[in-house]
């Protein structure tokens, strides 16, 4: 493809949200003209990462608010304004389009980076998208009548590989279909809604369209908003004579492309799930990413490369925006935040080969009549076909069955119809006058019951909806001004005044009561879910201005009274989606949120609850839906529980069995992938597929095989190793929430390299360093142990690794007993010791992790007539019957139970130094007894002195100093002549007596 031009690629980095601010997060982006780099924060002393871009916008911080709402950057600084961007990127679409080019402008980036920000803009601040199309009819208006300008609007979501055209309330079950034009190859949607439009106002109104019915359609699909693509595509049609006096049509197609949150499929750990082909999880963007890779390889001259177009329904609608006739512009979205370091440096790798892709873009005028007629000649062709005896005979077909050349026949047809009925949209578009009289008349009344709507806003109490995408949030108002207010699903009798849909929505839901003013919400049914400022709602509850209220699994409000408008005292002025997830997480124990000072692993793990927790409550309401027995719940596995060096906090899921106790631990990305095949298989159940209910185990996102279950850790820290000194002792398990599940005895010691205990009492280590450079082993034995759950009698197995094994140890399986007898010894040699190694006894530990077998059980006949709900709620009432209900009380970095064991431990190793050193002390009273009771002609100094001096090596400072004293002791006494007078030695070696008689007392 060489001589294209290239794609524009930019980048731009946002300001810290108010959670980074909250932590303290560090910068790692740095910008200077075009150039960016980027940071390491594991590795500030390395050289940073550098990419140079097109443009390179730094709106990380430098800029004030005007009195218009709008940022501008402050004097001196190279703040990157919304117009700047515009003028940069935007205008250069809007020239394009004007000459008659297709356009595309991507958004890229990972979720919150700031990509609805640069293409739609927050308030004052207008983004790309509502500019160019702002701009673009201000250039209209200002022609001179030679040019007649039409213009169409069209607006899809891409979910889940499903296409949602999203100016229309309802869409068909499955999506809209994707077909391919056989003439021009290129890909479109049928029965896509393309309104014509005539001013600026409204595209705006159809844009307030789209995003109402992408919010309410979201919240009835459980959809996550940031998982889905939005594709806004403007046809942009310029007519004029030209000197022939021909009507020419001058065509320019606009796509302004919204990514989804581009958090790497890799990073979230679905590898090795064994549905993970099932889900759609960020299927698109890789595809994305495989086609930019394969263009990029195809503009760098490589031959035989196959661009995958058709891997996916986004890159197939985009084919031509990639790789064909089309002139297009990237901007990447950068987190600035250090805590985001590994995706923000994906997005700038991503963005650096996009600009590798070269395209060739054509201006696309043609005659208007000749357009005209190809469409009605191509059309008589696509009828001739239809007739039946057009269609291509197959007979003598090799290797087909009547079956076969049946399904290929009626394929052949649905193609035709397609392509029939395009062609007869495309005609209907010629006509766009009509088009837009019609659009008028059925917008007619919109505009006042909008300003109608923004008046009630500022007068009477109403719930407004809250979503993760600002962008969405307060898009859903319900006014609360009635008597009473009934809220529930559309087939309750009587119909209720406020209708909601999806997961765990009763008929009769909740009553709304306005009594003199006062706001007061109940349930309108027994076990209907709703829960206010993150707390179950039992009975009546008055609302306050700003409260949070959650119906069913994902309808979250936040309740407004501009009629008595006093919040309770400590609420934000501000309340969003951010705010009421964190509510959530705290009421279900999780603290510290918010909290500065927490380190990247804490912040790490805080995101991840809060990512989890509204995907686990749906994933919860459906399996209550369909009745699939299971329950899940988000756990925190602590550092010490881990083996290796990187013992970062990691969040986890746990799905139970309800009927057979059976759990399982999900990585989150695995967990992440199931909720995705989970989404699909409950819109197949509410789209009337029966099959759902009665799938094979094998594909049910909610059946896994039994498999090994973590009981819980025990930590053996290992500072006794570093004096040569065994450890000898009854260490607890404990779960992922600190609760004892046993115990066990476990030993450590050093030994010869055959396993053999160490005797020698000389083998003790005053100081660590004198292991340096020498060989050592020592013996790991696992002894026996005690769990209290009888489930897990079915087999017991321990297993460990040390420092950085790439396996485990693993003890044989003891089964049919809770009182295991593994006897299970290992010896570890290491050939040189080294710092490291001593580093590693004095700060380290080995967790010991018990395993408990399961096996697929039959369930308790009694619990099987429950359903999944009733068993949940029996679940949650013995867990707090027994005290089990206990949370983490602050996020992951602090665990008690490890502390202790660490103390316990260094206790232990005190005891041993303790016991060694009164041995050896022992010793040394005994040594100078045997040599006081000798005679005076018997007592040998010099045999004495090296007696003391053996037992006293590598003893502690009290003792070595006592020791010391002896030396000098016995120094003095060899000195000693029998009639008391001291005798000195002189330099040339001659004994001389000295003046007087010293006494040295000890």
């Not at 940022?71 to 001196?76: E, Q, S, W």
């Not at 700003?546 to 501009?562: A, M, T």
């Not at 340096?772 to 321990?798: D, M």
Request: proline fraction near 4%.
């Amino acid at each position: 493809m060489s001589g294209g031009e290239s794609v524009k690629v930019a980048v731009r980095v946002r300001p810290f949200n108010s959670r980074e601010k909250d932590r303290g997060a560090k910068c790692v982006i740095e910008m200077t003209g075009a150039q960016t780099k980027i940071h390491n924060p594991e590795t500030p002393n390395e050289e940073p990462k550098m990419f140079a871009f097109d443009y390179s916008y730094w709106s990380h911080d430098g800029f004030a608010e005007d009195d218009k709402g709008i940022l501008v950057g402050a004097p001196g600084s190279n703040y990157a304004s919304q117009d700047m961007v515009f003028n940069d990127l935007g205008k250069g679409v809007l020239d394009n389009a004007f000459a008659g080019f297709n356009c595309s402008l991507f958004a890229y980036g990972q979720t919150g980076a700031g990509k609805s920000y640069s293409m739609v803009g927050y308030g004052a601040n207008k983004g790309i998208v509502p500019i160019t199309c702002d701009v673009l009819f201000q250039t209209m208006n200002a022609n001179d009548g030679s040019v007649k300008y039409e213009v169409t609007f069209s607006m899809l979501e891409i979910y889940n590989e499903q296409v949602r055209d999203l100016l229309q309330k309802n869409n068909p079950k499955g999506g809209l279909p994707v077909r391919q034009n056989p003439k021009e190859g290129i890909f479109f949607v049928q029965g896509l809604r393309k309104t014509a439009v005539g001013s600026y106002k409204e595209i705006e109104k159809r844009i307030d369209e789209g995003t109402s019915n992408r919010t309410v359609a979201a919240t009835q699909m459980n959809a996550t908003s940031s998982r889905a693509h939005t594709v806004v595509t403007i046809q942009f049609d310029q007519i004029s004579k030209n000197d022939l006096g021909q009507e020419t049509k001058k065509s320019s197609v606009i796509n302004l492309v919204d990514l989804a949150g581009s958090e790497r499929a890799d990073s979230t750990g679905a590898t090795g799930d064994r549905l993970k082909e099932g889900a759609n999880i960020n299927k698109s963007l890789s595809a994305l990413g495989n086609v930019i890779s394969a263009l990029a390889d195809l503009s760098l001259g490589k031959k035989k490369v196959m661009v995958p177009y058709r891997d996916s329904v986004l890159t197939k609608l985009l084919q031509n925006a990639l790789g064909g006739n089309s002139k297009t512009i990237m901007i990447a979205a950068l987190s600035p935040a250090d805590i985001n370091y590994d995706e923000t440096l994906g997005t700038l790798r991503y963005a650096d080969r996009a600009k590798k892709i070269k395209n060739k873009a054509v201006v696309n005028e043609n005659p208007v009549e000749k357009l005209i007629r190809e469409l009605r000649e191509e059309n008589e062709k696509l009828k001739k076909l239809m007739s039946g005896d057009a269609l291509p005979t197959m007979e003598g077909s090799s290797g087909m069955s009547p079956e076969d050349i049946a399904k290929m026949k009626k394929q052949m047809e649905e193609e035709i119809k397609a392509q029939l009925l395009a062609n007869q949209e495309a005609m209907a578009d010629m006509d766009w006058d009509s088009k837009l009289k019609q659009q008028r008349e059925s917008d007619k009344g919109s505009d006042t019951g909008k300003a109608q709507m923004e008046s009630r806003k500022n007068k009477e109490p109403h719930i407004a909806n809250l979503n993760e995408d600002n962008q969405l949030s307060g898009v859903v108002v319900h006014f609360l001004g009635a008597s009473e207010t009934t809220i529930g699903r559309k087939d309750a009798s009587p119909e209720p005044t406020i209708i909601l849909s999806g997961l765990s929505i009763q008929k009769q839901h909740a009553v709304v009561s306005n009594e003199s003013g006062e706001i007061v919400l109940k349930p309108g049914s027994a076990g209907a879910k709703i829960k206010v400022n993150g707390v179950p709602l039992v009975g009546s509850r008055p609302l306050q201005h700003l409260d949070r209220i959650i119906f069913g699994s994902n309808h979250i409000y936040v309740f407004k009274n501009p009629v008595n408008p006093a919040a309770p005292e400590g609420t934000p002025a501000s309340i969003d989606w951010e705010f009421a997830q964190k509510e959530l997480a705290q009421a279900k124990g999780f603290t510290s949120f918010g909290s500065s000072g927490l380190s990247k692993d804490q912040q790490r793990a805080q995101d991840q609850i809060l990512e989890l927790l509204p995907m686990i409550n749906e994933v919860n309401a459906v399996s209550e839906e369909l009745n699939k027995h299971k329950a899940f719940e988000i756990v925190l596995i602590s550092g010490a529980a881990q083996e290796g060096s990187n013992k970062e906090t990691k969040t986890m899921v746990k799905m139970k069995n309800l009927l057979n106790g059976n759990v399982w631990l999900w990585e989150r990305g695995k967990f992440i992938n199931r909720r995705y095949v989970i989404q699909d298989l409950y819109q197949r159940f509410l789209d009337g597929d029966e099959d759902v209910l009665k799938l094979p185990k094998e594909e049910d996102p909610f059946w896994e095989p039994a498999e090994d279950v973590l009981i819980g850790t025990a930590n053996v820290f290992l500072q006794s190793l570093a004096y040569a000194l065994d450890f000898d002792d009854k260490i607890t398990i404990t779960d992922f929430k600190g609760n004892e599940e046993g115990f066990m005895f476990v030993n450590v010691t050093p030994c010869t390299q055959n396993g053999k205990a160490l005797q020698d009492e000389d083998s003790f280590v005053e100081d660590p360093t004198e292991l340096l450079g020498k060989p050592y082993h020592f013996k790991v034995t696992v002894r026996s142990g005690e769990v209290n759950k009888s489930r897990y009698s079915k087999g017991l197995t321990v297993k460990y690794k040390y420092q950085n094994e790439s396996d485990y140890s693993v003890s044989p399986t003891i089964k049919d007993t809770l009182s295991p007898e593994w006897n299970y010894s290992r010896v570890i040699s290491i050939p040189s010791v080294s710092q490291d190694h001593l580093d590693f006894f004095e700060s380290n530990s080995i967790a010991f992790q018990l395993y408990g077998t399961q096996v697929e059980s039959e369930a308790d006949p009694r619990l099987s007539k429950l359903t999944t709900k009733e068993l949940r709620q029996m679940e949650n009432m013995n867990e707090q019957a027994n005290g089990l209900s206990r949370r983490q009380t602050g996020m992951p970095g602090s665990e008690p139970s490890d502390e202790m064991t660490q103390l316990k431990s260094e206790l232990v190793l005190m005891k041993r130094k303790f016991e060694r050193l009164s041995k050896k002390e022992a010793r040394l009273q005994e040594l100078c007894k045997i040599w006081s009771d000798k005679p005076k002609e018997q007592q040998e100094y010099d045999g004495f002195y090296r007696a003391v001096s053996a037992v006293a090596h590598s003893t502690g400072t009290k003792l070595k100093t006592r020791v010391q004293m002896l030396n000098k002791l016995l120094k003095g006494a060899n000195s000693v002549q029998g009639n008391g007078t001291v005798v000195k030695t002189t330099k040339d070696g001659k004994k001389v007596e000295g003046g007087s008689r010293a006494c040295i007392v000890m």
